[in-house]
Nanobody, 121 residues
Framework: QVQLVESGGGLVQPGGSLRLSCAAS????????MGWYRQAPGKQRDLVAT???????NYPDSVKGRFIISRDNGKNTVYLQMNSLKPEDTAVYYC???????????????WGQGTQVTVSS
């Protein structure tokens, strides 16, 4: 069973930075992709950033240019560097790991327990 443990959340002022970490119990190079999602109260869970096994990254426009996802295969850890934070970035951030590729092979998603990020003055 894959376990994902997030850390690094907290309270930060607008314009500040935070770095989230996601430590995986499995070897992350075996996952087709890893990513970060977030969910604000009363809203759906949205994509924040993904990185695939080849190192290709994907971001929605809402965070592009401010957030950077990276991975350290030696440490089985994925990071999310968040800069120029805004109040609307406030949410619970979840780490995701995926095995399989949609449309090509069976997909299994694994989730962490989430870490709270609050952007407020």
């Amino acid at each position: 069973q894959v376990q994902l443990v997030e850390s690094g959340g907290g309270l930060v002022q607008p314009g500040g930075s935070l770095r989230l970490s996601c430590a995986a119990s499995g070897i992350i190079s075996t996952f087709s992709a890893m990513g970060w999602y977030r969910q604000a109260p009363g809203k759906q869970r949205d994509l924040v950033a993904t990185i695939d096994s080849g190192g290709r990254t994907n971001y929605p426009d809402s965070v592009k240019g401010r957030f950077i996802i990276s991975r350290d295969n030696g440490k089985n850890t994925v990071y999310l560097q968040m800069n120029s934070l805004k109040p609307e970035d406030t949410a619970v951030y979840y780490c995701n790991a995926r095995r399989g590729i949609a449309g090509l092979s069976p997909v299994t998603d694994y989730w962490g327990q989430g870490t709270q990020v609050t952007v407020s003055s």
